[in-house]
């Protein structure tokens, strides 16, 4: 359904915000609302990719070991393809995170992946203790974006970062008539064809029109404590990337 | 001076992590020596990860005047890169160094996102670090021949001697240095790094004695700045022991700059010379042909 809603630009969107977070080996994420865990995967295959890149360096300057150094380096590299990175999905609905569970086994992700119920106004975690915090199209539902804000400061580490993927507003005319045109006529129709649920879409696309602007928005996480808020349009304005740092 | 007001509304406990109090450390200077104190301070620091969660001072909802005394982003932006530059031998001029630098601070490496990918802003921290350290310098030597302690150089020393401070400081990272100056003249960050170096010229001749007001401020500097660009690409492909040839490279440059302004008086002269011959060989023809006489 997000596929046919967004003409597939969804995977786009999840891997543009992949890329700004530019996580290193050995960073631990805390992905909420993420129950399917799209965010998740591509955070493994990121920080896989990387850490390959870093052993492989590795190897080049090492050219002067002997072959049994070298294939003892394996040995002990080889149970570090994460580099002690971890992904902690964190849902508040158990239906979502069984799927996400599923589609993991499917996908063939087995490591470096641990899946929670918690609801974002209250994490069930304890403070300081995550690299980065992630809500992807998930804090549009939180009834108390205030509180998810605070949590989402509470426990992150100091210099951790907070960033958030969501529908916004688009600011240029012509594109914003043509998005409300799309948005009103042709995405319930879509829910009612392929998930036999008009209302819910209805309820989607208002609930989006409501969602504070990219402004607002940075205001209630700086508000939260967050320096250094930025946030970045894709495709002009109908997604934001918000960013900011526990300093 | 850049100073980040928090404009938060009233909290019991607004407690920032890492952003430290600045007052602590007798923080009344300009910004510029203040982190350079800090950056002397830095190698000191036994337990960093205890400094940055220790318990905080709160908030009494004066936000505005406590908020003076705290350190601006910008100073803790300072921070990480220099603490980055520790680990560019081994990462280079990329985000890894300034997650690692971030790291040995206590932050998370997930703040190294604060900063461009690329690398370039910890080089242009870099640049301008060591174009600080270069004025502090020239000042003290300045100093020492005011007072008497020293002999005033003459020029050429002057100018080798101050490029090759310069460029000495670069040794350290000389093996990433390729890759850095590459990065300088990507397009978005030429506007900062032409500042820093045409600054830097500047000081240089502003120390020298320099007080030109025509068209040799111009030259002087479109010279010396030659000069200091070719010297630094020899010295990143110079494997001599302790860049001699590099130093030697240098000499002569500067030598060619000083001569480069009696040949411009030669040809001066010349043209002075010339021009009156030329006039002579006017009047003469004049003379010749009666057009002279007054009639």
Redesign the interface.
């Known amino acids: 359904m997000n596929d046919s809603m967004t003409l597939g630009i969804h995977r786009v969107w999840k891997d543009i915000l992949v890329h700004?977070?530019?996580?290193?080996p050995?960073?631990l994420l805390l992905d909420v609302a993420g129950g399917t865990g799209d965010i998740a995967f591509r955070f493994i295959n990121y920080v896989r990719s990387v850490r390959e890149r870093q052993l492989q360096r590795k190897l080049r300057h090492h050219q002067n070991l002997s072959w049994q150094e070298i294939a003892e380096s394996y040995q002990e590299d080889k149970s570090k393809s994460l580099g002690d990175s971890q992904v902690v999905v964190c849902d508040i609905n158990k239906e979502m995170l069984k799927v996400g569970k599923q589609r993991a086994q499917h996908l063939g992700y087995t490591e470096g992946l641990s899946w929670v119920l918690g609801n974002a106004e209250e994490l069930p975690f304890d403070d300081?203790k995550f690299?980065?915090y992630t809500i992807a199209f998930g804090i549009r539902n939180v009834t108390r974006i205030d509180l998810a804000l605070q949590e989402a400061y509470r426990v992150?580490?100091?210099?951790?970062?907070f960033l958030c993927l969501e529908f916004s507003h688009v600011s240029n005319p012509l594109l914003s008539s043509l998005y409300d045109l799309y948005s009103f006529q042709v995405i319930p129709v879509l829910g009612e064809v392929i998930a036999g649920d008009w209302k819910s879409y209805q309820y989607l696309v208002e609930s989006i029109r409501r969602f504070p602007p990219q402004e607002e928005l940075k205001a209630m996480i700086?508000?939260a404590?967050f320096?250094?808020v930025d946030y970045q349009n894709l495709n002009s304005g109908i997604v934001a990337i918000h960013?900011g740092?526990?300093? | 001076a850049l100073r980040y007001q928090l404009s938060v509304p009233q909290r019991a406990l607004q407690a920032s992590a890492v952003l430290r109090r600045v007052s602590d450390e007798q923080h009344k200077e300009p910004l510029a020596s203040s982190s350079q104190q800090q950056f002397d301070s830095h190698p000191t620091d036994q337990q960093p990860e205890q400094e940055s969660q220790g318990p905080r001072p709160s908030y009494t909802g004066q936000g505005g005047q406590e908020s003076e005394d705290y350190e601006s982003e910008e100073q803790l932006q300072h921070r990480i890169l220099t603490a980055a530059l520790e680990f560019v031998p081994e990462h280079g001029w990329t985000a890894e160094a300034i997650a690692e630098g971030a790291k040995t601070l206590g932050l998370s490496a997930a703040s190294a996102g604060m900063f461009q990918n690329d690398g370039s802003e910890l080089i242009l921290h870099f640049v301008s670090q060591c174009n600080t350290k270069l004025t502090e310098l020239l000042e003290q030597e300045q100093k020492q021949v005011q007072l008497g302690e020293a002999e005033k150089k003459p020029l050429d020393q002057f100018l080798r001697d101050a490029v090759q401070a310069r460029l000495r400081m670069l040794i350290p990272y000389i093996e990433k240095w390729p890759q850095a100056l590459s990065i300088l003249l990507l397009p978005h960050n030429i506007p900062a790094s032409l500042n820093l170096l045409t600054s830097m010229i500047d000081d240089i001749w502003h120390y020298a004695g320099d007080q030109s007001t025509d068209f040799n401020w111009y030259t002087r500097r479109a010279v010396l700045t030659g000069v200091y660009n070719t010297t630094e690409l020899v010295m990143m492909q110079d494997s001599s022991p302790d860049f001699e040839d590099t130093w030697r490279f240098l000499e002569n440059r500067v030598a060619d700059a000083m001569n480069m302004g009696n040949t411009a008086n030669q040809v001066q002269s010349t043209g002075e010379a010339l021009v009156q011959g030329l006039m002579g060989a006017a009047v003469t023809i004049k003379n010749l042909t009666g057009l002279n006489q007054s009639r």
């Open positions: 700004k977070m530019n996580p290193s050995g960073t300081d690299d980065v992150l580490k100091p210099g951790g970062r700086e508000d404590g320096l250094k960013s740092f526990k300093l």
